[in-house]
């Protein structure tokens, strides 16, 4: 005797045989819309964001505009106050201490000799493409005594080698050394000699923005 006892209601059962083409063709007719219309959805809505965000940023940048092309002028307002701070320090750390220059000059002067004149030119040049102080100082004096040759050849060694001269001098020359119009002087030699002071810039480079 063979029972069966079958739990399953009728309703509840399914059918065994294979999946049918027409039903997997239904199948992909509703989803590959649905998975197509999310992935626009998703694009569109990226797009807007996207959108969205660009035009933050344009206004933002709108708004900085005007800050950054102040900043801008500052800066150039700041070098160009560079500028003339630079000359105008310049000017004074490249001036030349006369008291001090005229005071070692008195102290390797021999006493035969006296100055007659001292005179001293200054021009503005450029050194480097940077403006400087061109000085000259130029000496004339009368030496007496036998020794006058010598002592005029021991000023301008000291004016050449002492070195509180040679930092400032650039080249030192007699440019004249001969007996006195005066007949009667006969021990009287008179001298000229030229002193080119080296180069001191005022400025520095013209800072390019």
Known sequence: MNLQVNFILESEMRSGSTVSLKFVVR???VVVPVLMGIIIAGLIMGGR???QSL????QEKSQLDPVYQSVIGLKQELNECRQ?????????TSRTDWRLLLRYLQGVVPASIQFLRLTVNETIGRVDNIPARMSAMYLKGKVTG????DDVQLLDNALKEK???TNLFLKVEVKRFEAAENVADKNTRVFEIECIQVPKKIGKPKVVP
């Open 163 to 165: 070195p509180i001269f």
């Open 84 to 92: 003339v701070a630079d000359v105008l320090e310049g000017w004074g």
């Open 55 to 58: 035009r933050f940023a344009m």
């Open 146 to 149: 036998e020794r006058a040759e």
């Open 49 to 51: 964001s996207a959108r």
């Open 27 to 29: 199948v992909v007719a």
